[in-house]
């Protein structure tokens, strides 16, 4: 028998903590948080990590894993949710996945298997220095004479997506997909684009306010570097190329703001172009719990 598993998804800012919280609490649920910034200890405020007060005493999980100086393949945050969403379900609780990190939802959702490949720190090490001389559209060109459809199904201006793929396409494993141990449950929370934009506005000014420039600096003056795969994460990359001198504040937060509605705008694409998606405006995050809470009633019986 196949585990049911609900999925809250949407872009940046559009509430899905909130909602999340909410249906844990009506349906038994633990939450699993699929994001690709917040499995990082130290980076709170850039990555709108959750605060304990709102977790309102629901478990969640993949938050604050590892370091900020590690790398964490998609093939290995798939792993481990895989291993949380069995735990969840062995202890009678529903298992609840909240999320933007459009890759590893697909991955998960259709059993990506990422051919096994696992990470090969010398052939690594040569990708991260023909970057530094050769810059990032060089290793993509590869990567797209190698495998063509895997270069297409990723976000070609991110170092870590197109060095990850590169890897696989080298060593010839295959994204190939078996059949699922789950039965997803998939909800997509959606609002005005013009209102999300302007909540992402508010919310990197809200970030600035609450300390992010000087978060970056002491995970900085603690030793994780640049090129560090948590140093890749937008409002992380462009706070730290203005404590580098490069750009000035103003063009910092101009930056952040544009990158995340960039961000934004490419998750509402990876959501449509998803199937069986369930769409709910998220005008007043009580009925957007209670729409869900309809439609999963059915699901779990």
């Known amino acids: 028998m196949k585990t049911k598993v609900l999925f809250i998804l949407g872009p940046t800012a559009v509430g899905k903590t909130a909602v999340s919280v909410e249906v844990a609490k009506l349906f038994n649920g633990e939450i699993i948080s699929c994001d690709s910034v917040q499995i990082f200890k130290g980076l709170d405020i850039g990555s709108a990590k959750i605060k304990e007060e709102e977790k309102e005493g629901i478990p969640h999980h993949l938050i604050d894993i590892k370091e900020p100086t ?6 290995q945050f798939v792993e481990e949710m895989k291993k949380k969403i ?12 909240v999320g933007g990190t459009s890759l590893y939802v697909k991955s998960l959702i259709l059993n990506y298997n990422f051919g096994g490949v696992g990470v090969d720190d010398e052939f ?3 990708l991260y220095k023909t ?26 201006n991110n170092p870590q997506r197109v060095i990850r793929a590169l890897e696989i396409a080298h060593f ?34 809200i970030m600035l306010k609450n300390g992010l420039v000087d978060e970056v600096k002491n995970l900085k ?4 570097l640049r090129s560090a795969q948590s140093m890749k994460a ?48 998220v005008e ?13 009633e059915s699901f779990i019986k």
């Open 70 to 75: 590690e790398t964490f393949t998609s093939f």
């Open 86 to 97: 069995e735990g969840i379900a062995l202890r009678g609780k529903l298992p609840i996945v």
């Open 124 to 126: 690594r090490k040569k």
């Open 131 to 156: 970057l530094e001389e050769k810059g990032l559209e060089s290793l993509y060109e590869r990567l797209s004479e190698e495998d063509k459809k895997l270069a297409e199904e990723i976000d070609k």
């Open 172 to 205: 010839k494993g295959e994204k190939k997909t078996s059949e699922s141990e789950i039965e997803p449950l998939i909800f997509a929370l959606t609002v005005d684009r013009k209102v999300l934009y302007e909540r992402i506005n508010k919310r990197v000014d």
């Open 221 to 224: 003056d603690s030793g994780v």
């Open 234 to 281: 937008i409002g992380y990359k462009e706070v730290y190329s203005y404590l580098d001198g490069e750009i000035s504040y103003d063009k910092m937060v101009d930056e952040i703001k544009q990158h995340s509605r960039n961000y934004a705008k490419r998750q509402f694409t990876f959501l449509r172009g998803m199937e069986n998606v369930n769409y709910i405006e």
């Open 284 to 296: 007043n995050v009580k009925e957007a719990v209670e729409e869900i809470a309809e439609k999963l």
